[in-house]
C-alpha cells in the first residue's frame, strides 16, 4: 500500500479523473475494526475530491473475492464501469488454524483478481494478532490503513490514466 506519511502519497491529483468509479468491498466479521478502516477510507477518497464510490458489505475476509468478481460480472448491466476495487476487513488470530486459511484464501483471491480483471484491486485486510495491532493500525502509530488503501487506490488510477 501507500506510505504511511502524508508527504509521501505524491498523488497527481490533475490526472484522476473525479467522477471514477470506486467500488470498496468490507467484511462484517470485526467490523468495529473495519469500520474504522473504512471511515479513513472514505475521508480520504473525499479529500482528494472523489465522489463516485459504492460500498458492498460482504459477511467475512473469504467473502471479498466473490463479491469483487461478481460485482465486475454484473456491471455493465446495473452499475458504470468501476476503475478500482478496494478490499477492507480485519481477520484476528484466534487458537486455531483457521486465521491461517482465511488470510490465505483472502490473500489469493486479491491477488487472483488482480491477474485477471483490467482494473486493480487493493489489498486493505489487516492480518493481525490481536486487538493492539488493529488499533495501532485504525489510526494508531500506524496510520489508517484504510486511508492507505484510499491512496493506492488513487494511485492506481493515475498509472492508469498516465500511460
Request: glycine share 4%; proline share 4%; hydrophobic share 45%.
Given at each position: 500500500m501507500?506510505?504511511?506519511?502524508?508527504?509521501?502519497?505524491?498523488?497527481?491529483?490533475?490526472?484522476?479523473?473525479?467522477?471514477?468509479?470506486?467500488?470498496?468491498?468490507?467484511?462484517?466479521w470485526n467490523f468495529e475494526?473495519?469500520?474504522?478502516?473504512?471511515?479513513?477510507?472514505?475521508?480520504k477518497l473525499q479529500e482528494f475530491g472523489m465522489k463516485?464510490?459504492?460500498?458492498?458489505?460482504?459477511?467475512?475476509?473469504?467473502?471479498?473475492?466473490?463479491?469483487?468478481?461478481?460485482?465486475?460480472?454484473?456491471?455493465?448491466?446495473?452499475?458504470?464501469?468501476p476503475q478500482v476495487f478496494i478490499a477492507l476487513g480485519?481477520?484476528?488470530?484466534g487458537d486455531t488454524p483457521h486465521f491461517d486459511?482465511?488470510?490465505k484464501a483472502v490473500t489469493d483471491g486479491v491477488l487472483q483478481l488482480n491477474l485477471t480483471l483490467p482494473v486493480p484491486t487493493i489489498f486493505g485486510v489487516l492480518t493481525v494478532d490481536n486487538q493492539q495491532q488493529a488499533d495501532e493500525r485504525t489510526g494508531g502509530i500506524y496510520g489508517n490503513k484504510g486511508a492507505e488503501a484510499a491512496v493506492s487506490a488513487l494511485?492506481?488510477?493515475?498509472?492508469k490514466y498516465s500511460i
Open positions: 501507500a506510505a504511511a506519511n502524508e508527504n509521501q502519497y505524491n498523488l497527481n491529483a490533475g490526472i484522476l479523473p473525479k467522477d471514477a468509479c470506486i467500488v470498496i468491498v468490507h467484511t462484517e475494526i473495519v469500520k474504522k478502516l473504512l471511515d479513513g477510507c472514505v475521508a463516485n464510490y459504492k460500498i458492498i458489505s460482504v459477511p467475512g475476509a473469504f467473502e471479498i473475492p466473490f463479491a469483487i468478481k461478481n460485482f465486475w460480472n454484473t456491471y455493465q448491466n446495473k452499475f458504470e464501469k480485519c481477520v484476528l488470530r486459511y482465511v488470510c494511485k492506481m488510477i493515475g498509472i
